[in-house]
């Protein structure tokens, strides 16, 4: 580290493959993950990562961990133990607005210490919908002190999030490009930053229970502000959806005769079609390309007055009692439901007319709301953004079995199809147990946790079909693919340049604690440009290799890096705050305002954690 570092067109390569992820990460005229494929293609074409190495990403510890995690999860969600937590707060609380955000965001944070964030965050939000609408909480109170206490416990364990998982990978990597006479880096250990989180989970804690909570108070005054919920007056109020359901059979005399459904319903005065029985065929959120004949009976929603005009218009007879679709209407087991998109959603850039969700998944949408701005009319060919809240017309069942594919979620609290209460005790004990295993060294943490995933499997607890279903791929291939990119970082030097560079530029004087919090201002901006994963791969190279030349513990760097690649509150480049910010119609300006602080009480918590710890 001594002498000065030359550089190659190795390290040149390197830094120019960072530089084409922040930007496509930035702009992103293809998907991240699609470009983090280009990347690692482009390292083993160009011979930066030796060939019998390149995949070696997708067998990772960080990965077979992330996968475990995952279906744990999914596990313990269908035994109906988040019903149960519900129930639970509910009582904990006694109703009280300061004790249901306490205790539901106390709870989350712990979970989140043993499970993905966004895989928390997917399990809360259903919860803090039942809670929300059996208190009066609004969401808009309930989601942010709960997404920031998931953030900040995810730093309780290795496993807790996505940086802290890449980290021991990008360690051992280290090792074999340290230089000589430099000690090796121990891994870190399944409970290494527990300490660390435990204050960051209090301090989310005490931050929303006193100073946070005027701004919490301050984003109710929009009337607007969206409560997910199932009662006729919210959806009438929130999105214009009112009225009651009519069917309508279609006269001999009828221009909808020989019309699709498509054609029918994009007329300007159609009210919401929800069903179509055609001959003895009678089914819920019929297909745009299904034909509407003589003698058809349609399923409309609407006020009496829009569809009684509209019925003779058309040379419809209307009745108000249901005699075809009385089933089918029944609210155990059909019936309006909200889901927000995640940003790992396939549903993003494409339309409804695209997905045909009729058509493969039985579920009519009937309103987007984009940015406190909802969408009614030709919602077919309006593109699908992250973070849009969509709401659906849906037998539950179906409902259930297309959101195994986590392309949206349901804020909702409807009947599920698949619960097995029976096995609750199974998937707590399973749960628990490959924590412990996890925690001691008689097994690899991967082979703790993948060991109670296939214990679930085996017991009967999640099949193997809804294991499959329960990972986000999208992560996971995410992840494998950009881990190869913090290897060539070190083996090539590029790293060490960068850190050799930054180091002359800020001279001597500057002491270790002002590196640090430059490395974790650093990854936060980073973070909110390209991601937690890849702030990670990114940084954790570059803060050893600056440890190492200034004297100062690279472990300790590295942690730092890991704990502050998650430090964002402020963007919905956060995967916890894209899925939250839908359902809670929060702005940026909202987020900003509590996000700021928590920020930076984030960052002096982990330097001084972080400095006390090695």
């Not at 959806?241 to 005399?253: A, N, Q, Y």
């Not at 690649?565 to 995967?575: G, R």
């Not at 359902?583 to 909202?590: E, F, S, T, V």
Request: charged share 15%; with cysteine.
């Amino acid at each position: 580290m001594g002498t000065d570092l030359i550089l190659t067109r190795d390290m040149m390569l390197v830094l120019g493959l960072v530089v084409f992820t922040m930007v496509m990460f930035m702009f992103p005229r293809i998907r991240v993950d699609a470009t983090a494929l280009v990347v690692l293609v482009a390292l083993g074409v160009a011979r930066l990562v030796p060939a019998d190495e390149l995949f070696s990403g997708f067998s990772g510890n960080a990965v077979i961990s992330i996968i475990a995690t995952m279906i744990l999860g999914a596990g313990l969600d269908h035994t109906g133990a988040l019903n149960r937590l519900a129930s639970w707060l509910l009582r904990r609380s006694k109703g009280v607005e300061d004790r249901l955000i306490l205790w539901t965001s106390a709870v989350a944070g712990l979970m989140s210490g043993f499970m993905q964030n966004p895989s928390v965050t997917a399990l809360f939000l259903p919860v803090a919908s039942r809670l929300s609408s059996r208190t009066g909480v609004s969401l808009s109170r309930l989601l942010l002190p709960l997404g920031a206490a998931i953030v900040m416990g995810g730093g309780l364990t290795m496993v807790g999030n996505s940086p802290l998982l890449l980290l021991n990978d990008l360690v051992q990597s280290a090792n074999r490009n340290l230089p000589s006479g430099a000690a090796t880096l121990a891994p870190f250990p399944m409970f290494q930053p527990l300490p660390i989180g435990i204050a960051l989970l209090i301090a989310g804690l005490v931050y929303y229970r006193y100073p946070g909570r005027k701004w919490l108070r301050a984003g109710e005054d929009s009337k607007d502000v969206v409560t997910p919920g199932r009662t006729e007056s919210y959806f009438a109020q929130a999105y214009g959806i009112e009225g009651e359901v009519f069917e309508l059979t279609v006269g001999p005399e009828s221009p909808l005769v020989g019309m699709s459904i498509g054609e029918a319903e994009s007329q300007p005065d159609a009210p919401l079609y929800l069903a179509l029985l055609t001959g003895s065929d009678a089914r819920l959120s019929p297909s745009a390309d299904q034909m509407i004949w003589v003698g058809s009976v349609i399923g409309v929603m609407g006020n009496r007055e829009t569809v009684q005009a509209y019925a003779t218009s058309n040379q419809m007879k209307v009745s108000a009692r249901l005699r075809n679709f009385a089933d089918l209407f029944d609210p155990s087991r059909a019936g309006i439901s909200e889901a927000v998109v995640p940003p790992t959603s396939q549903f993003i850039g494409r339309t409804q007319s695209e997905l045909k969700l009729r058509k493969r998944f039985g579920i009519s949408l009937l309103a987007i709301n984009r940015d406190k701005k909802v969408f009614r009319s030709d919602i077919r060919q309006l593109p699908i953004r992250a973070g849009d809240m969509l709401v659906f017309h849906s037998i539950w069942s179906d409902l259930a079995q297309a959101g195994i594919n986590r392309d949206f979620v349901v804020v909702t609290d409807y009947p599920k199809q698949e619960q097995r209460p029976h096995k609750l005790r199974w998937a707590i004990i399973l749960f628990v147990a490959s924590m412990l295993l996890a925690l001691t060294t008689l097994l690899p943490v991967p082979l703790a946790l993948m060991g109670g995933a296939a214990a679930m499997i085996v017991v009967g607890v999640i099949n193997m079909d809804e294991a499959y279903a329960a990972v986000n791929w999208k992560t996971v291939w995410l992840m494998a693919c950009l881990i190869p990119l913090g290897w060539a970082m070190d083996s090539t030097g590029a790293a060490n340049w960068v850190a050799q560079q930054a180091l002359e530029r800020v001279g001597p004087w500057m002491p270790v604690w002002g590196l640090q919090a430059a490395l974790g201002l650093l990854t936060i901006i980073f973070s909110l440009v390209i991601g937690n994963v890849g702030a990670t791969v990114v940084m954790v190279p570059m803060a050893i290799n600056v440890a190492l030349a200034s004297g100062s513990s690279p472990l300790a760097a590295a942690m730092l890096v890991a704990l502050s690649a998650s430090n964002n509150f402020l963007s919905q480049s956060n995967p916890v705050l894209s899925m939250i910010s839908g359902p809670a119609g929060y702005r940026p300006r909202d987020m900003w305002r509590t996000g700021a602080p928590l920020t930076l009480f984030y960052l002096i918590i982990t330097l001084v954690a972080v400095n006390l710890m090695f």
